[in-house]
């Protein structure tokens, strides 16, 4: 049992290059979150998904899509990378919304866009 | 819309005594919950405590308990006995619980130094 796994741990981008983040969970969570941590704002989320094949905007969404084709996987993609997205982006997943379901979190990725 | 605020960005404690970390939250609904992580410096997120709105007592998890006052939304993280290990970053969060909406937010976190 993994849990939460994110591919990859690291990346560096050049501005304008795109890429996907990959989150995958084996706990079979329905809901599953894309945050990004900055120093000082602490955790903000970008998308989030209820279920297969929803997803939902979160606070910061700009600059960023995502999909969730498959339960176990949410993928986070940058079409057009920028600076202002150098960040450590983290996944997370909880069995189902509701009272009391703790957020199980992935390891983290750290994205540098020059 | 939800709102979580953390006031202190850091805290210096001696070791061994009680620290309290401030979280006030901003929710409209009726139905929602209070989470609180540690962040290490090695960067995993470590679920701490949950307090959920219509719990009547306190949340407490060993040396963490949630000093929840509804009607000032206010939840406070109380640890007891610091140690050295305690030494992280703590991030409190809310979550509205609406059904097929629900989403968890994060403040922008306290950073507790524990001193020998």
């Known amino acids: 049992n993994a849990g939460v796994t994110q591919t990859p741990k690291f990346r560096v981008l050049k501005t304008g290059q795109s890429m996907t983040l990959l989150c995958a969970q084996d706990?079979?969570?329905?809901?599953m979150y894309w945050y990004r941590q900055d120093p000082g704002m602490g955790l903000r989320l970008i998308h989030y998904s209820v279920g297969e094949g929803t997803t939902a905007k979160g606070e910061v969404p700009d600059g960023y899509n995502v999909s969730r084709l498959k339960k176990q996987n949410f993928l986070l993609g940058l079409e057009s990378a920028a600076p202002s997205q150098t960040s450590v982006y983290f996944c997370?997943?909880?069995?189902?919304?509701?009272?009391?379901?703790?957020?199980?979190f992935g390891p983290g990725t750290r994205l540098t866009v020059t | 819309a939800q709102k979580i605020t953390q006031t202190q960005p850091g805290m210096f404690v001696q070791e061994k005594e009680a620290v309290t970390l401030d979280c006030t939250y901003d929710t409209s609904d009726q139905s929602y919950g209070l989470f609180w992580y540690k962040q290490p410096s090695s960067g995993e997120m470590i679920f701490l405590i949950y307090?959920?709105?219509?719990?009547?007592q306190n949340a407490t998890e060993g040396r963490y308990s949630l000093n929840f006052q509804k009607a000032r939304k206010s939840a406070n993280l109380v640890i007891s006995a610091s140690q050295l290990g305690d030494s992280a970053m703590y991030f409190c969060a809310s979550g509205e619980f609406r059904g097929r909406d629900d989403k968890i937010i994060f403040g922008k976190g306290t950073r507790l130094h524990i001193l020998p």
């Open positions: 706990m079979n969570h329905e809901y």
């Open positions: 307090q959920g709105s219509y719990d009547e």
């Open positions: 997370a997943s909880t069995p189902q919304g509701g009272l009391g379901y703790e957020q199980y």
